[in-house]
């Protein structure tokens, strides 16, 4: 029942492939180049070599081989500019501090959640593992791997063919349907841990980077976000900062396991979930910093929260009916944002990427300030709970169920578990 490993990696190896072959000539004059540069180098450095200023030619020497090197073995990027308003002031908190970290180290990256007719909470890992546990006890019991089972499972080479179930719901039947960014759309039954592929392309376009779902539509639909066309999920740090708008928002009937495109050209679609009256998807929009609604009945679109104190990650209904909960990546501070900062400067992020790496510059850009708000349907935001001291952060989820707030994290080795009535007057 899996698909063939050509469905999704092939793809991207082939883009990848096509890219080398694309910029081969690019990257060879480029070495050619930084050659000529640092031989120019050391004929200065000998040049100055007996002056008392010996050490600035060595130094310009140095500094001109790594910079040649780094920018040789970079990866190929293409920043977009990105327009965002200035940050606003928010109310400051340390709310999240009540946050019981539970199963360290028992979970990596436990994205999302979804509470199965058995009463026992799902979530998915970095390793991809579908894990569950009961509230009471906090101790993950294993259900199934959305791929293979490898010993280095949860690193960045393995997980393509380890899988990474990230968003996931459960059906009217009971099943379990997952968007994994590597195996496409599954249907897991968790009592016997059998899965079943139900789609890994759209129109052709092969899945690069599925991420949340809904599937308790009224029309029995499943709705489902795909973050990206250009990068995996392994690379997300470069999709965040390149902030092309590829993504989309895609449509399957389970009844004739046909894939619908409904929108096209989204910049990094994420999180998703059916509005209180269920006539609307709430979307959030993690590089636009928006919430937007995608009519069920005429397919319009409409901005619902704009210019959020951090990028959206994943919304979530509260169970009072009114309101949802939204997790934000990171706070941007109105006193200093680097990410606002670069947001419109495309050739300084492609510098930055070039030099210094996707995941490293992003942890830079990326304040460890955990927050999530609490929005109305109407875009306005009722409260908001926060960690400043960088225990609780990179927060990918808030999930309400029995009085308590789950707190998933996209990175985190460890799930965060709140009472609702001790944050709720934040």
Known sequence: HWPARGTTSQHNF?????????????????????????????????????????????????????????????????????????????????????????????????????????????????????????????????????????????????????????????????????????????????????????????????????????????????????SSGRHTRRDVSLEVMEAQPTGRLLKFDPRTRTMTVLLRDQPFPNGLTLSHDKTELLMCLWSKMQVVAFSLKDAQVRVVADNLPGPPDNITPRPNGQSYWVALSFYRNPEFSLYDMTAAMPRVRWLMLKLFGPRWFVSILAARDGMIVEMDGSGRLLSSLMDRTGTIFYLSEAFEHEGHLYLGSFINPFLGKVPVSEVVQH
């Open 14 to 226: 082939g883009r990848r492939s096509s890219r080398r072959r694309r910029c081969s000539r690019t990257k060879m004059s480029l070495f050619l180049n930084t050659n000529f540069i640092t031989l120019l180098q050391m004929v200065l450095f000998v040049a100055l070599a007996g002056t008392r200023r010996a050490t600035l030619p060595i130094v310009v020497c140095m500094l001109s081989i790594f910079l040649g090197v780094r920018l040789y073995n970079a990866p190929e990027v293409e920043p977009a500019p990105i327009t965002l308003q200035p940050p606003q002031p928010f109310p400051v908190n340390n709310a999240l501090n009540a946050t019981h970290v539970a199963m360290h180290w028992g979970v990596h990256g436990p994205e999302t959640f979804a509470v199965g007719p058995d009463g026992w909470i799902y979530t998915g890992t970095a390793d991809g593992r579908i894990v569950k546990f009961q509230s009471a006890h906090m101790q993950p019991v294993e259900v199934v791997r959305t791929g293979k089972l490898l010993r280095e499972c949860g690193s960045y080479a393995a997980e393509p063919e380890c899988g990474r179930p990230l968003g996931m719901q459960f059906n009217s039947a009971g099943k379990l349907i997952v968007c994994d960014g590597y195996y496409g759309l599954l249907e897991v039954d968790v009592q016997v841990g059998r899965i079943e592929v139900l789609a890994t392309e759209a129109e052709g376009r092969h899945f690069v980077f599925l991420n949340s779902l809904v599937t308790d539509a009224p029309d029995g639909n499943y709705y489902i976000t795909e």
